[in-house]
C-alpha cells in the first residue's frame, strides 16, 4: 500500500456541550480519494476545518506527513501542504481571476513580502497561473472581477485555486454544488486528473451518488459527529448504516 | 521608463491623468508660477499631506486597517527633527538623525501596538492607535522640558535651507535662496516617497495587503501569515508618515502640538483619503490638493462671494468667511454622497 500523508487520531471538537467531531481516527493514503458522505449536520464541514485548522481542536491530532499539526495556525499548515476549496464560494472579490489565482502562486514561492519589484514583473508566477487558469476554461475571463462571475465561475476558481497550490492533501468540498452540467464535468475530469498523478491524497466532501461512484477509492461516512463506516465504495454504499445514514433517516432503527 | 517609475500603475483616466499633470506641474514650478510667501507654503502643504494621506491609504485603502495614531507618527517624525535640530549643532548632520531616528521610532511603536492589537482584531488597532495616540499628544504638551509643551519647539536647521542663504540673484524675478531649496527638497523628498508608495503597493506585498483587506480568512487559507502582513503595513505606512512629519519640520522651523499632532489632523488625514479614493494612491494627490487649498483658500473665496452680493439679503450672510467651515463641511457630503469610490474612483468609472 501507498504510504500515509494525512492521519487524524481521536479528532474531536466540541462547541458548548454539543460534540460537533467526535473521535474520529482516519488515515488517508497517496494517490487515493476518499469521499465523506453524511447527512447535513454531520460534521462533515467541521472535520474539513479540523484538518486545515480554521477551528482548533478540542482533543486529539492531526498528522501530516508524520509530523504533529494539531497546533499549528492555517497559514502554516497550508504552507506545509493542506490545500483547501471551500464550500462557500470565498475568494477575493475585487480582485481580477488572474489575480486571485496569483496570489495562491506567490504565497507558495514564498514572494510575499518582496516590496519593491513589480508583481506583474514575476513572469513565472504570471505564466503558471495563466496555464492553471487554462485547465478549468477561466482563460478568457482572466481580466474580470471575480464579483463579477457567475456562480458556476466562481466554483471553478475555487478548484483553479487548489489546483494552484498544489498541496499533498487536497480538500474539496462539494466542488460541483451549483454547477452547470456541462461546468460540473470540467471540475470532475481535473480532479480524476489529480488522482492519478499517485502522490497527492484528495479528500471529497460530495452529495452526489455518482460523483462518488466514478472517482471514489474509499467512502468514510460520518453520522453526528462520529465515524459511522469506512470503506470500499461498494461495500459501504450497500451497508445499512450508510442508506440510513445518508438517507436521514433515524440509525437506531436498523 | 515612465510607466516603470509609476510601477506600471497608470492613472487609467485620461481626465485623472490630466488633473495628475496639472497638479505636478503646479508643484514643481510653485514658486515661479505662485510667487509669493503664502501660495509657496500652500505648495509645500499640499507636497507633505499627499504624501502623508498617501501613507495613510497603505493601511486604510488597501489593507483595509482603520488607524487614528496617523497624526502621531507625523508628530513623532517633525519632533524627531526639532529635537535633533535643538540638541545637535546646526548642520545637516541633525537633519538627518532627526529623520532617520523618527522613522524608526514611529515604526517600532507601529510594531508595538500591531503586535499587541492585530493578532486580536483588526477593529482592535482602531481602539489601541486611538488611545495611544491620545496618551502621545498629552503627553507632548505636558513635557514641556523636553517638547516645548503647548507652545512647540523653535530650532535652527542648516543656514543652506533658509532664506537668509543667498546664490545668484533672481530667476524669473524669483530671488533665489534657501527656501528656494528648502522647497526643493520638501517636492521632492515627497515626490519620491510617493512614488516609493506606489512601488510597494503594486509588488508582490501589495498584492498580499488587498487580499487581507478583501478577505483575510481566505488570505490565511492560501498560506500568508495575515498578522505579519498587516503589521509590516502598519510599519511602513507609520515610517512614511513619520518621513512627511520631518519634511513638515524641517519647512516650518517649527513644531508644536497643534501643527503635528492635533486629532483634527487625524480627521483632515481621513477625509483627504476618502474624498480622493481610498485604495489609489493618487486618490491621496486629489484628497489632500483639494482640501489644502481650499483650507487655505475658501475664506477668500467667498470673502469676495459675499461682497458681491452685497446688496441681496440673507447671502452674504451665509456667505461670510466667517461660515467656510460649514461650506467645507457640506462640500464634503455633497462629495462622498455623489462619490462613494472617491473622485479617482468615479473619474475611472467615466472612462
Redesign the interface.
Known amino acids: 500500500m501507498s504510504r500515509v500523508l494525512l492521519q487524524t487520531h481521536d479528532l474531536t471538537v466540541r462547541f458548548g456541550g454539543h460534540v460537533a467531531v467526535d473521535h474520529v481516527s482516519c488515515s488517508f493514503r497517496a494517490g487515493e480519494l476518499t469521499a465523506i458522505v453524511g447527512p447535513n449536520g454531520a460534521g462533515k464541514t467541521t472535520y474539513f476545518n479540523l484538518i486545515s485548522g480554521q477551528i482548533p481542536a478540542s482533543e486529539g491530532k492531526v498528522e501530516l506527513n508524520g509530523r504533529d499539526i494539531t497546533r499549528m495556525s492555517v497559514s502554516q499548515r497550508c504552507e506545509r501542504g493542506i490545500g483547501r476549496a471551500f464550500q462557500l464560494t470565498n475568494l477575493f472579490p475585487n480582485l481580477s481571476v488572474l489575480e486571485n489565482v496569483r496570489l495562491v502562486i506567490q504565497a507558495k514561492a514564498k514572494m510575499g513580502f518582496n516590496l519593491f519589484s513589480m508583481a506583474e514583473s514575476h513572469s513565472e508566477v504570471t505564466d503558471r497561473a495563466i496555464s492553471v487558469l487554462e485547465k478549468v476554461r477561466l482563460y478568457d475571463l482572466r481580466e474580470q472581477k471575480v464579483s463579477e462571475l457567475s456562480h458556476g465561475n466562481q466554483r471553478k476558481l475555487e478548484v483553479a485555486m487548489l489546483i494552484a497550490l498544489d498541496p499533498l492533501v487536497y480538500m474539496f468540498d462539494e466542488p460541483t454544488a451549483g454547477m452547470s452540467v456541462d461546468e460540473a464535468p470540467v471540475v470532475l475530469d481535473l480532479i480524476a486528473e489529480l488522482k492519478a498523478e499517485k502522490d497527492r491524497t484528495i479528500l471529497l466532501v460530495e452529495h452526489k451518488m455518482d460523483v462518488i461512484r466514478t472517482l471514489a477509492d474509499r467512502i468514510i461516512v460520518l453520522h453526528n459527529g462520529a465515524l459511522a463506516a469506512d470503506g470500499d465504495p461498494a461495500e459501504v454504499m450497500a451497508s445499512d448504516v450508510v442508506q440510513e445514514a445518508y438517507m436521514g433517516k433515524e440509525l437506531e432503527d436498523v | 521608463m515612465l510607466v ?1 517609475l509609476l ?2 500603475d497608470l492613472p487609467r483616466s485620461k481626465l485623472l491623468t490630466a488633473i495628475l499633470v496639472a497638479i505636478l506641474i503646479c508643484l514643481a514650478f510653485a514658486p515661479f508660477l505662485f510667487p509669493g510667501i503664502r501660495s509657496v507654503d500652500t505648495a509645500a502643504r499640499i507636497c507633505i499631506f499627499i504624501l502623508l494621506v498617501a501613507s495613510y491609504d497603505l493601511v486604510l485603502g488597501y489593507t483595509g486597517i482603520v488607524s487614528f495614531a496617523h497624526t502621531m507618527f507625523f508628530g513623532i517624525g517633525a519632533y524627531g527633527v526639532a529635537l535633533a535640530c535643538s540638541h545637535m549643532e546646526r548642520g545637516f548632520g541633525a537633519l538627518i538623525v532627526g529623520t532617520l531616528s523618527g522613522a524608526v521610532v514611529a515604526a517600532l511603536a507601529a510594531f508595538l501596538i500591531g503586535l499587541f492589537s492585530l493578532r486580536v482584531r483588526a477593529i482592535f488597532f482602531a481602539m489601541i492607535t486611538l488611545a495611544v495616540a491620545s496618551a502621545v499628544a498629552v503627553l507632548v504638551s505636558q513635557l514641556s522640558g523636553l517638547t516645548g509643551g503647548e507652545d512647540g519647539l523653535n530650532y535652527k536647521i542648516p543656514r543652506e535651507l533658509t532664506p537668509a542663504f543667498k546664490f545668484g540673484g533672481e530667476l524669473l524675478g524669483v530671488k533665489l535662496n534657501g527656501k528656494l531649496l528648502n522647497y526643493y527638497v520638501v517636492f521632492f523628498g515627497a515626490l519620491m516617497l510617493f512614488l516609493l508608495l506606489l ?2 503597493v ?7 495587503l ?2 487581507i483587506r ?2 483575510d ?10 498578522i505579519a ?1 498587516r503589521t ?1 503595513a502598519a510599519c ?1 505606512s507609520a515610517a512614511i508618515a513619520a518621513l512627511a512629519g520631518s519634511l513638515y519640520a524641517i519647512w516650518l522651523r517649527y513644531v508644536g502640538p497643534d501643527t503635528v499632532l492635533s486629532f483634527e489632523i487625524m480627521v483632515d488625514i481621513l477625509l483627504m483619503v476618502v474624498i480622493g479614493g481610498m485604495g489609489t494612491m493618487y486618490g491621496a494627490v486629489i484628497g489632500a490638493t483639494l482640501f489644502v487649498v481650499a483650507q487655505n483658500y475658501l475664506q477668500e473665496l467667498m470673502q469676495v462671494a459675499s461682497g458681491a452680493v452685497e446688496s441681496v439679503p440673507l447671502l452674504p450672510d451665509l456667505l461670510s468667511p466667517d461660515r467656510w467651515l460649514m461650506w467645507l463641511g457640506i462640500l464634503f457630503i455633497l462629495s462622498v454622497y455623489f462619490f462613494p469610490t472617491g473622485i479617482v474612483g468615479r473619474l475611472r468609472q467615466d472612462d
Open positions: 516603470k510601477s506600471g512601488r510597494i503594486n509588488s508582490p506585498f501589495g498584492r498580499v488587498q487580499a478583501e478577505n480568512f481566505r488570505a490565511e487559507a492560501v498560506g500568508y501569515r495575515v502582513y509590516g511602513i
